[in-house]
C-alpha cells in the first residue's frame, strides 16, 4: 500500500485518479481548493500530515480559451504553484516521487511532416496555457538537476471522459444536444471543427500517470496519447448520431479561439517501453459514457 496524494483531487482528472489508486489499493490523499498550492506554508502542512510516497501534481488552470484573460492567473497557479509544491516536498518528503502533469499544448503549431510528436520535439507555446506549463515543466527539471528530486513529467495529449467540465469541446456540444433533443430544435452551435486531435479516454491517462510515478525516470518526459488523430468534425458527428440524429451543426465565431493548432498526434513509445502502457478504452465508448454521465440527473 502506496501512500498518496493528489493535489486538484477534485477536478476532472484528479476524481478518476483517486478513484484508480484507492480501486488498486493505496491509501489517496486528495487536496482542491482547501490547499493553495501557491502558498508554501500550507502546502508543507498538508505533507507532514500525509507523509506521501507518491505525489500527483494535477493542481492547474487548463483551459486554454480562458488563459488568454487571464494570463497572471494561469502563470501563478500553474508555474508558481509547481514551484511551491516541489520546494515543500523537497523539505518535508525528500524521497517522494512526483508526477508533473503537464500538456502537449506546449508543442504550439507543427506540420504533418512533424508528426508522430516524439518527446524530444522542440516547444513552441502558442497560448498563456502552454507557456505557463512549459515554465512549469522547467521548474519540475530544476527541481530533479539541482536537488535530486525525484519528478517525473507527463505530457498528455487531449484526453475526456465522463465528468468532464462543459467548458471542454465534447461534454459542450453533447450538453447542446442533449437541449436541443429536449426542445425539438433541429441545430446548435459549434466552433471551428476542422483541428484534428490526439484523443484518449481519461480512465486510461489516469492508469498512465500511476505507471509513470511507479516506473518513470526522474527528470523524464512522457507522452500519454493515443497515436492517432481525429477531426473534432468527426466528434461531433459521432456525437450528433448518438444524441440526437439530423441536428445541424452551424458554426459560431464566437466559439473559435484566437489561435487553433491544427493538428497534434503524439508517440506513445516511449510510455510503452518504460511501462507497457497502451490505451484500451475505445472512443466511442466514451463519447457514450461522457452522454450517459450528463444524462443522470443532479
Given at each position: 500500500?502506496?501512500?498518496?496524494l493528489?493535489?486538484g483531487?477534485?477536478?476532472?482528472?484528479?476524481?478518476?485518479?483517486?478513484?484508480?489508486?484507492?480501486a488498486?489499493?493505496?491509501?489517496?490523499?486528495?487536496?482542491?481548493?482547501?490547499?493553495?498550492?501557491?502558498?508554501?506554508?500550507?502546502?508543507?502542512?498538508?505533507?507532514?500530515e500525509v507523509?506521501p510516497?507518491?505525489?500527483?501534481?494535477?493542481?492547474?488552470?487548463?483551459?486554454?480559451?480562458?488563459?488568454?484573460?487571464?494570463?497572471?492567473e494561469?502563470?501563478?497557479v500553474?508555474?508558481?504553484?509547481?514551484?511551491?509544491?516541489?520546494?515543500?516536498?523537497?523539505?518535508?518528503?525528500?524521497?517522494?516521487?512526483?508526477?508533473?502533469?503537464s500538456?502537449?499544448?506546449?508543442?504550439?503549431?507543427v506540420?504533418?511532416?512533424?508528426?508522430?510528436?516524439?518527446?524530444?520535439?522542440?516547444v513552441?507555446?502558442?497560448?498563456?496555457?502552454?507557456?505557463?506549463?512549459?515554465?512549469?515543466?522547467?521548474?519540475?527539471?530544476?527541481?530533479?538537476?539541482?536537488?535530486?528530486?525525484?519528478?517525473?513529467?507527463?505530457?498528455?495529449?487531449?484526453?475526456?471522459g465522463?465528468g468532464?467540465?462543459?467548458?471542454?469541446?465534447?461534454?459542450?456540444?453533447?450538453?447542446?444536444?442533449?437541449?436541443?433533443?429536449?426542445d425539438?430544435r433541429?441545430?446548435?452551435?459549434?466552433?471551428?471543427l476542422?483541428p484534428?486531435?490526439d484523443?484518449?479516454?481519461?480512465?486510461?491517462?489516469?492508469?498512465?500517470?500511476?505507471?509513470?510515478a511507479?516506473?518513470?525516470a526522474?527528470?523524464?518526459?512522457?507522452?500519454?496519447?493515443s497515436?492517432?488523430?481525429v477531426?473534432?468534425?468527426?466528434?461531433?458527428?459521432?456525437?450528433v448520431?448518438?444524441?440526437?440524429?439530423?441536428?445541424?451543426?452551424?458554426?459560431d465565431?464566437?466559439?473559435?479561439?484566437?489561435?487553433?493548432i491544427?493538428?497534434?498526434?503524439?508517440?506513445?513509445?516511449k510510455?510503452?517501453a518504460t511501462?507497457g502502457?497502451?490505451?484500451?478504452?475505445?472512443?466511442?465508448q466514451?463519447?457514450r459514457?461522457?452522454?450517459?454521465?450528463?444524462?443522470?440527473?443532479?
Amino acid at each position: 500500500m502506496t501512500r498518496v496524494l493528489i493535489t486538484g483531487a477534485q477536478g476532472f482528472v484528479g476524481r478518476h485518479l483517486h478513484a484508480h489508486l484507492r480501486a488498486r489499493g493505496d491509501l489517496v490523499v486528495g487536496v482542491d481548493r482547501e490547499c493553495d498550492v501557491t502558498d508554501e506554508a500550507s502546502v508543507r502542512a498538508v505533507l507532514r500530515e500525509v507523509e506521501p510516497e507518491v505525489i500527483f501534481h494535477l493542481a492547474a488552470l487548463t483551459h486554454v480559451g480562458e488563459s488568454w484573460d487571464q494570463a497572471a492567473e494561469f502563470t501563478r497557479v500553474n508555474v508558481v504553484g509547481t514551484q511551491c509544491l516541489l520546494n515543500a516536498a523537497r523539505a518535508v518528503v525528500p524521497e517522494a516521487t512526483t508526477l508533473m502533469v503537464s500538456t502537449s499544448e506546449v508543442y504550439g503549431l507543427v506540420s504533418e511532416a512533424d508528426l508522430p510528436l516524439t518527446e524530444t520535439f522542440r516547444v513552441a507555446p502558442l497560448s498563456p496555457y502552454a507557456t505557463s506549463k512549459v515554465e512549469a515543466e522547467h521548474v519540475a527539471r530544476e527541481a530533479w538537476r539541482h536537488h535530486d528530486q525525484r519528478v517525473i513529467i507527463a505530457r498528455p495529449f487531449n484526453h475526456l471522459g465522463p465528468g468532464q467540465s462543459p467548458n471542454f469541446f465534447v461534454p459542450a456540444l453533447a450538453s447542446r444536444l442533449l437541449a436541443a433533443r429536449r426542445d425539438g430544435r433541429d441545430h446548435v452551435v459549434v466552433g471551428d471543427l476542422a483541428p484534428r486531435r490526439d484523443v484518449s479516454d481519461v480512465r486510461d491517462v489516469v492508469r498512465a500517470y500511476a505507471l509513470l510515478a511507479e516506473y518513470g525516470a526522474p527528470g523524464e518526459v512522457y507522452h500519454v496519447a493515443s497515436e492517432r488523430d481525429v477531426a473534432m468534425r468527426t466528434l461531433a458527428e459521432m456525437l450528433v448520431e448518438l444524441v440526437a440524429p439530423g441536428t445541424r451543426l452551424e458554426r459560431d465565431e464566437s466559439l473559435v479561439r484566437p489561435v487553433e493548432i491544427p493538428v497534434s498526434r503524439g508517440s506513445a513509445a516511449k510510455i510503452f517501453a518504460t511501462t507497457g502502457w497502451r490505451g484500451e478504452i475505445e472512443l466511442a465508448q466514451t463519447l457514450r459514457d461522457v452522454v450517459a454521465a450528463l444524462e443522470i440527473p443532479d
